[in-house]
């Protein structure tokens, strides 16, 4: 199993990034899947999370409004729309495959990693 991320780089406040996963090796459509980011000297936290058929989401509060999760069957594929970005936004993001059909915030609920992809936001 191999989970791709990239999108990541250097993007002003204010700012806009879209996070793409290349999963291969397991197809997303039969699980959640969810990103996670840890900022320098922080544990690993929540962002987003999508249930396997899409109809449920859930972010982390100091991201809702802001940051939008999705998903592409056919190019079994996982995304994050981050708009609004700003410094405390600014940490490696994950992309994870849930071991179920529900998402969660727990990493523990989830079984296959990408190797992230780094964000910062500055001037």
């Known amino acids: 199993v191999q989970l791709q991320a990239s999108g990541g780089g250097l993007v002003q406040p204010g700012g806009s990034l879209r996070l793409s996963c290349a999963a291969s090796?397991?197809?997303?459509?039969?699980?959640?899947i969810g990103w996670f980011r840890q900022a320098p000297g922080k544990e690993r936290e929540g962002v987003a999370c999508?249930?396997?058929?899409?109809?449920?989401?859930s972010y982390g509060e100091s991201v809702k409004g802001r940051f939008t999760i999705s998903r592409a069957y056919a190019q079994n594929t996982m995304y994050l729309e981050m708009n609004s970005l700003s410094p405390e936004d600014t940490a490696v993001y994950y992309c994870?495959?849930?071991?179920?059909?529900?998402?969660?915030?727990?990493?523990?609920?989830?079984?296959?990693w990408g190797r992230g992809t780094l964000v910062t936001v500055s001037s």
């Open positions: 994870a495959v849930a071991r179920s059909a529900s998402g969660s915030s727990d990493a523990g609920r989830y079984a296959y």
């Open positions: 999508i249930s396997d058929s899409a109809t449920l989401t």
């Open positions: 090796g397991v197809t997303l459509e039969d699980s959640a």
